[in-house]
T-cell receptor, first 116, second 115 residues
């Protein structure tokens, strides 16, 4: 089925380790975003991209890097994992122009990350 | 700062009772508004959306929401709660002018349905 695919679904890291969360979409969406979800705080935007080669910071970007070399892929890199980065991470994509903005975002199924 | 406020982090209703989940947004220009639902250990599913075509919006599973510009509100309702409605609900806004076309979420409301 078409949609947003996130890997891995679960991950345990040790403090200081680095890793990349993968996100891919096959809907030709211009917009892609990474959110983290923590209890009582809703979903907070980490980084987003409005198209290939263009990325920008969201609300909570510290400790994370992103790149967008293709329309389909938007990986999120944790540079040096910290316990405060224990969270559920969601990737989402959307059309960015015209009526496509009405459609909202399509979300992946999430990655549950634990940093010990 | 632009924001989305969901009143009540937890709401508890009896099965068959009215469900009312509140959402207020801050914006001088009516944005696009969405409600998402998240069942335990799952991702987010779009419940309904307001895109200026009609102020009363009907979504899936019997939910609906009414956009009220004068109150900057977009409350979610369902006439009769079912046990399967137990989930977390998120209000979100998206607007080109003041949200930079990003999707901004409220903190969420956990709905509990009692038998």
């Amino acid at each position: 089925n078409a949609g947003v695919t996130q890997t891995p679904k679960f991950q345990v890291l040790k403090t200081g380790q680095s890793m990349t969360l993968q996100c891919a979409q096959d809907m030709n969406h211009e917009y892609m975003s990474w959110y983290r979800q923590d209890p009582g705080m809703g979903l907070r935007l980490i980084h987003y991209s409005v198209g290939a080669g263009i990325t920008d910071q969201g609300e909570v970007p510290n400790g994370y890097n992103v790149s967008r070399s293709t329309t389909e892929d938007f990986p999120l890199r944790l540079l040096s994992a910290a316990p405060s980065q224990t969270s559920v991470y969601f990737c989402a994509s959307s059309y960015g122009q015209g009526d496509g903005v009405n459609y909202g975002y399509t979300f992946g199924s999430g990655t549950r990350l634990t940093v010990v | 700062a632009q924001s989305v406020t969901q009143l009540g982090s937890h709401v508890s209703v009896s099965e068959g009772a009215l469900v009312l989940l509140r959402c207020n947004y801050s914006s001088s220009v009516p944005p696009y508004l969405f409600w998402y639902v998240q069942y335990p250990n799952q991702g987010l599913q779009l419940l309904l959306k307001y895109t200026s075509a009609a102020t009363l919006v009907k979504g899936i599973n019997g939910f609906e929401a009414e956009f009220k510009k004068s109150e900057t509100s977009f409350h979610l309702t369902k006439p009769s709660a079912h046990m399967s409605d137990a989930a977390e609900y998120f209000c979100a806004v998206r607007g080109i002018m003041e949200y930079g076309n990003k999707l901004v979420f409220g903190a969420g409301t956990i709905l509990r349905v009692k038998s």
